[in-house]
């Protein structure tokens, strides 16, 4: 199986902070990597696919980036509403498998 | 709107079995591949199952092959999936979740449930 990373793990961060996550593979996946946004007691959110492009209404503010190995997700200016964990997840393979999350909280 | 419900979690104990359900509306529910994704008490994301539009295709994470199966109903707009010789290790909350396309290769998720919890334990 494919093994997903991302760092930090957790991070705190104040309104309109500009925040950036990493996810790496243990292999290339292309540009087969997408997005979450989990709340707690709520439904899971897709924000981007194959790496960079935004699920139907995603604010602006997020954004994806990176191929093979390496990927990124930004938020260029944090809002209250965005305070949460973000999962990466590859589709490149059978099984799809999730990073273990970045927990973004109110500094 | 895009709902999906679960329900049939519950409390139960290792080695036993239980079926949940999925009600799907909102989209045309036979377009569309299926997925079960869950959730451990505490833990990240795991993919479990996924089923293609016309259940030609189905896959299985290993941790759960030979013990759960996937089915869907078209009729009825309804995913389910019976998880038979269960452990503490598959207690969690279940999502079903719709796949973007109607094969179950194409892994992402656009719409997820509320989730339904599955407690095993003597």
């Known amino acids: 199986d494919i093994q997903m990373t991302q760092s930090p793990s957790s991070l705190s961060a104040s309104v309109g902070d500009r925040v950036t996550i990493t996810c790496r593979a243990s292999?290339?996946?292309?540009?087969?990597l997408n997005w979450y946004q989990h709340k707690p007691g709520k439904a899971p959110k897709l924000l981007i696919y194959?790496?960079?492009s935004m699920q139907g209404g995603v604010p602006a503010r997020f954004s994806g980036s990176g191929s093979g190995t390496d990927f990124t997700l930004t938020i260029s200016s944090l809002q209250p509403e965005d305070f949460a964990t973000y999962y990466c997840?590859?589709?490149?393979?059978?099984?799809?498998?999730f990073g273990p999350g970045t927990t973004v909280d109110i500094k | 709107e895009v709902q999906l419900v679960e329900s049939g979690g519950g409390l139960v104990q290792p080695g036993r079995s239980l079926r949940l359900s999925c009600a799907a509306s909102?989209?045309?529910?036979?377009?569309?591949?299926m997925h079960w994704v869950r959730q451990a008490p505490g833990k990240g994301l795991e993919w479990v199952s996924g089923?293609?539009?016309?259940?030609?295709?189905?896959a299985y994470a290993d941790s759960v092959k030979g013990r759960f199966t996937i089915s869907r109903d078209n009729a009825k707009n309804s995913l389910y999936l019976q998880m038979n010789s269960l452990r503490a290790e598959d207690m969690a909350l279940y999502y079903c979740?719709?796949?973007?396309?109607?094969?179950?290769?194409?892994?992402?998720?656009?719409?997820w449930g509320q989730g339904t919890l599955v407690t095993v334990s003597s």
């Open positions: 979740v719709k796949g973007f396309s109607g094969a179950i290769t194409t892994y992402y998720f656009d719409y």
């Open positions: 909102g989209f045309t529910f036979d377009d569309y591949a």
């Open positions: 089923i293609s539009w016309n259940s030609g295709s189905i």
């Open positions: 292999q290339s996946i292309n540009s087969y």
């Open positions: 194959v790496a960079s």
């Open positions: 997840q590859q589709s490149y393979t059978t099984p799809p498998t």
